[in-house]
Each structure stands twice: as structure tokens, then as C-alpha cells.
């Protein structure tokens, strides 16, 4: 711990490190727990604590682990050598928690025998347990047995344990420049989290359209609004026609707004829709949170709760709707169509049986001309992404009409996007 503190001084991060020490690996989860609402990025000294943390269920998105890299092995070829009767010789080693692509590239470079054995952190066995006696026992048996000459390995247990039974070991410590990039890799972690964090957030507060029996009055979306806000500890911007903007952050988001799936949820017909949009700038942000109302409507799956108000909830980030274009744009070209039409597509034939549907019926859901309607099906009938399957008589005096049907390739196509796009 103290070689740590001594690089983070001399990359400026003393001030912003919370040490703590332990002398058994089994106590690093209990004591980084109580940091999780303190830091951004827990990292452990090696990579038997980080993975008891994992065991213990810490956040693995918040932890790391200092990794032992190549200068802490020639670190320690270097020392070993030097310690020898016949110096210059390296003695054969048993690694443990070192990889073994790490150890063949170290032996590599130094051009080197590929005499050394490598010990797993993981035992082979399907709870992939973590046992320090049996890491140790390993050592001893390849020491007696004359299979090494040394053992060497980055946990103090094991060291102490090997040393008091008189093995011949040493201890491969973490060289500065490991730590260093360590250190720097944490706080670039941190510089992102915090800027994520207060990314600007747009929330998009309406009714949600035939979710009421009759139309929610104005001054509800408007209460139901200043309630988010309080929430939220943010502020509306304008009062729209249609709706209520807010501006907040990434952070108070994903913080104070905790979704519930609405078919688990006590909520069967949640009168508000929020959509949420994440961007770098208002507008950017508000575009998206449009977008994200839009999905919410058609596609309800989550919702959340201000005060006594309950939201149909959905949010859009830029890499996220990123990606949803450019899977649109390849729906699109393999359909030659534009890909507005295809995001409507993806909206219309939600309310279609997908086994069998008229141009009406299409036309009806798409709010165009039936005659339109059957000029884009016979473009998809060409291209053999809908077939005809059959003929329906209409009530009325006049021509049957085709039924059509989606093929399997193209329903599964607008299945992707229908989860992707409203």
C-alpha cells in the first residue's frame, strides 16, 4: 500500500485515493463495500481480492484490479538471477495468478527456456473456487518433486505459508510503472463516469394516448410534471402543447428513477409517458427524448413513479439511437426503401396479424391510400418479403382483396427494429 501512495503522489492522485489495507485477501470485499457510494473506482492490489469481490457480488462495473505486467516479471527474472549461486542463471519457476500468455511473452523477450509451470488462480471444477491451500500445496508438491527450483507468486498468503515451510520463494511485487498505469487507467474511468454522469438529460413528460378511458386534463400533465421535477431536483424549461420539458442530468436519472417492468408492476394502466433522451447538448437531448415517448407509447415495457404520478418510461442515448439507424439503414437498402418507412413499418405491422393482413388493413395503419398500400406490397412481394396466401371477401360490394403474409426472414428483420425504433 505504501508504493502506492508513493505513485499516486507522483501522478497527482494523492489526494484522491481512499487507501485501505488488509493482510488477508478474504477481508477486501467487506472493506471496499462501505466505498461504493464513496468512489467511482475501487481497485485492488491483485487479482485475488478483485475476484473474491466478484464472488461477493460487488458491482464489477466499479472495481478493477492492478494487473502484474511485463516489468513486474522481468522485475523478478532479474532479482532471481541475480540472487543465484551461478549468477545469471534463472531458476525454474511455479507461477500462480500470473497468465500464461504474460509469462510466454516475458520468457520471449529475455529468449529464455519455456521451463517454468503455471499454477490457475481457479481451480477445474465448475464453481471455479478460489482455495489459497490448494494453490500452496501445488507449489510445495512441484518444489519437493523437484519440478522447480523456485516458486514465485503475487499473494502474501501463500508466500508466508511457503515460506515457514522452508520453500524457496519470492514474492513478485507490482513495479511503478504498473501501478502508474494503473493508477492513470482508474482515473480516466473516473474522468468518464463523472462526465456520463452529468451528461444532459431532456425528460419529455404527456399523457400517454388510449391508455385513459377518457383524455388526461392539462393541469395533471402539468402537476405530474413538477412532481418529476422535485424528484429530480431539476427545473422545467417550457410548457408545450403536447406536454412539459425538463432539463436534468444523466446522473439524477439513473439515481433517483428506479423502473419497474409494467407487467410485474402494480400498474395496469399508468395514465403519463416519460420519455428521457440523453445527450451533449439540450437540443440533441430533447430530440431523443421525443423519440423515446414515441417508443414508450407503442412499445410499453417499464415504468416509474414520482410522488403519486406513475410514468410509462423509456430512454435514448446517442450511441443507442447510433445504432438503431444504422440497423435501419440496413433493413432499408436490402428493402430499397427509405428508412423513415421502415421505422413506420416496424410501428404499423405491430397492430397487424403478421400471418395474413389486406392493403386496407395496411393502408388503415399506415394512414395512406389503399391504392399506395398495394403498390408497396407488390414492391415487397418482389423482393420476397411478404406472398400472397390467400383472398378476403369484403362485406360490402366489390372485389375480394389478397391477403398477405409476411415471410419468416423479413418478420424476424422488423422484430430487430421493432424492438429498436417506435
Do not use: W
Given at each position: 500500500m505504501a508504493q502506492i501512495e508513493r505513485v499516486a503522489a507522483t501522478v497527482g492522485l494523492a489526494s484522491s485515493i481512499i487507501p485501505r489495507s488488509y493482510s488477508d485477501a478474504a477481508d477486501a470485499p467487506r472493506l471496499a463495500r462501505p466505498l461504493l457510494s464513496l468512489c467511482s473506482v475501487i481497485l485492488f492490489s491483485g487479482r485475488l481480492p478483485y475476484r473474491m469481490a466478484l464472488a461477493a457480488d460487488l458491482p464489477h462495473d466499479l472495481i478493477d484490479y492492478i494487473p502484474h505486467g511485463g516489468a513486474d516479471l522481468f522485475r523478478t527474472l532479474a532479482i532471481a538471477a541475480l540472487?543465484?549461486?551461478?549468477?545469471?542463471?534463472?531458476?525454474?519457476?511455479?507461477?500462480?495468478?500470473?497468465t500464461r500468455s504474460d509469462v510466454e511473452e516475458?520468457?520471449?523477450?529475455?529468449?529464455?527456456?519455456d521451463d517454468y509451470r503455471i499454477i490457475p488462480l481457479e481451480a477445474d471444477d465448475p464453481d471455479k473456487t478460489i482455495d489459497i491451500d490448494r494453490i500452496v500445496a501445488t507449489h510445495r508438491s512441484m518444489f519437493s518433486e523437484g519440478a522447480v527450483d523456485c516458486c514465485a507468486t503475487c499473494i502474501r498468503g501463500v508466500f508466508d505459508q511457503l515460506s515457514r515451510a522452508n520453500v524457496h520463494v519470492i514474492r513478485i511485487d507490482h513495479s511503478r510503472s504498473s501501478i502508474r498505469q494503473?493508477?492513470?487507467?482508474?482515473?480516466?474511468?473516473h474522468d468518464l463516469t463523472q462526465a456520463e454522469a452529468s451528461q444532459t438529460a431532456v425528460c419529455f413528460v404527456s399523457q400517454r394516448d388510449g391508455a385513459a378511458s377518457r383524455p388526461v386534463p392539462r393541469r395533471m400533465v402539468a402537476k405530474a410534471a413538477r412532481e418529476l421535477a422535485a424528484l429530480l431536483d431539476s427545473h422545467i424549461i417550457r410548457?408545450?402543447?403536447d406536454g412539459s420539458i425538463l432539463v436534468a442530468?444523466?446522473?439524477a436519472i439513473e439515481t433517483r428513477l428506479k423502473p419497474e417492468l409494467l407487467s410485474g408492476g402494480p400498474r395496469g394502466d399508468v395514465r403519463m409517458t416519460l420519455g428521457v433522451g440523453f445527450g451533449t447538448s439540450a437540443e440533441q437531448a430533447e430530440t431523443l427524448a421525443r423519440q423515446a415517448q414515441q417508443r414508450a407509447i407503442h412499445f410499453p415495457e417499464r415504468f416509474v413513479e414520482a410522488g403519486d404520478t406513475?410514468?410509462?418510461?423509456?430512454t435514448i442515448d446517442p450511441e443507442q439511437n447510433r445504432e438503431d439507424r444504422q440497423a435501419d439503414l440496413g433493413l432499408a437498402k436490402e428493402l430499397n426503401i427509405s428508412p423513415v418507412i421502415v421505422r413506420r413499418l416496424a410501428t404499423v405491422f405491430r397492430t397487424l396479424d403478421p400471418r395474413g393482413f389486406t392493403a386496407t388493413e395496411l393502408a388503415n395503419g399506415y394512414s395512406f391510400a389503399p391504392r399506395s398500400a398495394r403498390r408497396l406490397l407488390k414492391h415487397l412481394k418482389e423482393r420476397g418479403f411478404v406472398e400472397e396466401c390467400g383472398v378476403r371477401n369484403n362485406r360490402r360490394a366489390g372485389r375480394p382483396e389478397a391477403i398477405y403474409r409476411m415471410s419468416q426472414a423479413y418478420f424476424s428483420g422488423l422484430q430487430a427494429t421493432e424492438s429498436r425504433n417506435p
Amino acid at each position: 500500500m505504501a508504493q502506492i501512495e508513493r505513485v499516486a503522489a507522483t501522478v497527482g492522485l494523492a489526494s484522491s485515493i481512499i487507501p485501505r489495507s488488509y493482510s488477508d485477501a478474504a477481508d477486501a470485499p467487506r472493506l471496499a463495500r462501505p466505498l461504493l457510494s464513496l468512489c467511482s473506482v475501487i481497485l485492488f492490489s491483485g487479482r485475488l481480492p478483485y475476484r473474491m469481490a466478484l464472488a461477493a457480488d460487488l458491482p464489477h462495473d466499479l472495481i478493477d484490479y492492478i494487473p502484474h505486467g511485463g516489468a513486474d516479471l522481468f522485475r523478478t527474472l532479474a532479482i532471481a538471477a541475480l540472487r543465484s549461486d551461478k549468477v545469471g542463471r534463472v531458476p525454474r519457476f511455479s507461477f500462480d495468478t500470473v497468465t500464461r500468455s504474460d509469462v510466454e511473452e516475458a520468457y520471449d523477450e529475455l529468449d529464455l527456456r519455456d521451463d517454468y509451470r503455471i499454477i490457475p488462480l481457479e481451480a477445474d471444477d465448475p464453481d471455479k473456487t478460489i482455495d489459497i491451500d490448494r494453490i500452496v500445496a501445488t507449489h510445495r508438491s512441484m518444489f519437493s518433486e523437484g519440478a522447480v527450483d523456485c516458486c514465485a507468486t503475487c499473494i502474501r498468503g501463500v508466500f508466508d505459508q511457503l515460506s515457514r515451510a522452508n520453500v524457496h520463494v519470492i514474492r513478485i511485487d507490482h513495479s511503478r510503472s504498473s501501478i502508474r498505469q494503473a493508477l492513470l487507467k482508474a482515473k480516466l474511468r473516473h474522468d468518464l463516469t463523472q462526465a456520463e454522469a452529468s451528461q444532459t438529460a431532456v425528460c419529455f413528460v404527456s399523457q400517454r394516448d388510449g391508455a385513459a378511458s377518457r383524455p388526461v386534463p392539462r393541469r395533471m400533465v402539468a402537476k405530474a410534471a413538477r412532481e418529476l421535477a422535485a424528484l429530480l431536483d431539476s427545473h422545467i424549461i417550457r410548457e408545450v402543447e403536447d406536454g412539459s420539458i425538463l432539463v436534468a442530468t444523466r446522473n439524477a436519472i439513473e439515481t433517483r428513477l428506479k423502473p419497474e417492468l409494467l407487467s410485474g408492476g402494480p400498474r395496469g394502466d399508468v395514465r403519463m409517458t416519460l420519455g428521457v433522451g440523453f445527450g451533449t447538448s439540450a437540443e440533441q437531448a430533447e430530440t431523443l427524448a421525443r423519440q423515446a415517448q414515441q417508443r414508450a407509447i407503442h412499445f410499453p415495457e417499464r415504468f416509474v413513479e414520482a410522488g403519486d404520478t406513475a410514468f410509462i418510461f423509456e430512454t435514448i442515448d446517442p450511441e443507442q439511437n447510433r445504432e438503431d439507424r444504422q440497423a435501419d439503414l440496413g433493413l432499408a437498402k436490402e428493402l430499397n426503401i427509405s428508412p423513415v418507412i421502415v421505422r413506420r413499418l416496424a410501428t404499423v405491422f405491430r397492430t397487424l396479424d403478421p400471418r395474413g393482413f389486406t392493403a386496407t388493413e395496411l393502408a388503415n395503419g399506415y394512414s395512406f391510400a389503399p391504392r399506395s398500400a398495394r403498390r408497396l406490397l407488390k414492391h415487397l412481394k418482389e423482393r420476397g418479403f411478404v406472398e400472397e396466401c390467400g383472398v378476403r371477401n369484403n362485406r360490402r360490394a366489390g372485389r375480394p382483396e389478397a391477403i398477405y403474409r409476411m415471410s419468416q426472414a423479413y418478420f424476424s428483420g422488423l422484430q430487430a427494429t421493432e424492438s429498436r425504433n417506435p
